[in-house]
């Protein structure tokens, strides 16, 4: 499989009041095409901060991130900014969705906005439309962004991680702010994108949505502490196997 990510020796630091804050130390990772990978640990570990450097939306300190073997540190503001737009999805826990724009308004921005998609509105629209649906939220194509419910919202989020069929979605606890039922669908949409070719990395709390990830890094002050291959998920028959091995390795972590 061919690598989308080649991370080595990523440091971030934070300068706060004159104190240093060393939040990411010497990160080394690799992520091949097709992976769905969980990152977990305890608040403030840096699990954020490493979705955000590795994805060129935070500056690193030092180190390298490679996507597809070009060095994201090394590209001009605007190409990685195209980058962006076009290869990489991205889910935050906070629904940043437009108050003044419809649901499929949202979810077709990032489309709009690319310079490299070349369809026509319709077009996007058309597409925005599909994902919806396979959502399970075509019915709030024309609604407002308070016309619809906090699970709703997300699956929206997800529809417009997708627009630009990007290589990769981001995910910072996608199902942070919801139910169990609608945590459910949202991993499970997640699942499904990933089974059609889409990689995915995702910090989670939950060991019932990490439990839906191939692997599983453990991130404490910085740096990841180990890592857990439970392999593909294939099917609910196996989620209790694998929560039982999740929780058993987290509680040895520390968790
Ligand atoms: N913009 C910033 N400026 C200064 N310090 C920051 C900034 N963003 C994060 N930090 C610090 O970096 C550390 C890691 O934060 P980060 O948000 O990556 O943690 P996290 O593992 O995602 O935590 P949580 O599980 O609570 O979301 C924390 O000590 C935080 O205070
Ligand atoms: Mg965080």
Redesign the pocket.
Known sequence: MEKILEVKGLCKT?I?NKKQ?N?LRNIDLTVSEGEMVGVM?P???????LLYTVSGMDQMTSGEVKFYGKDISKLPPDELAELRLDEMGFIFQQMYMLKNLTVLDNIILPAVRSEKNKASRSEKQQKGLELMKMLGISELADNDINEASGGQLQRACIARSMINSPKVIFADEPTGALNRTSSEEVTDKLNELNRMGTTVVL?THDTHVAAKCDRILFIVDGTIKEEYNLGKYTGAATMRDRERKLSEWLMNMGW
């Open positions: 934070y706060v804050n939040v640990g608040s403030g570990s840096g699990k954020s901060t910090v």
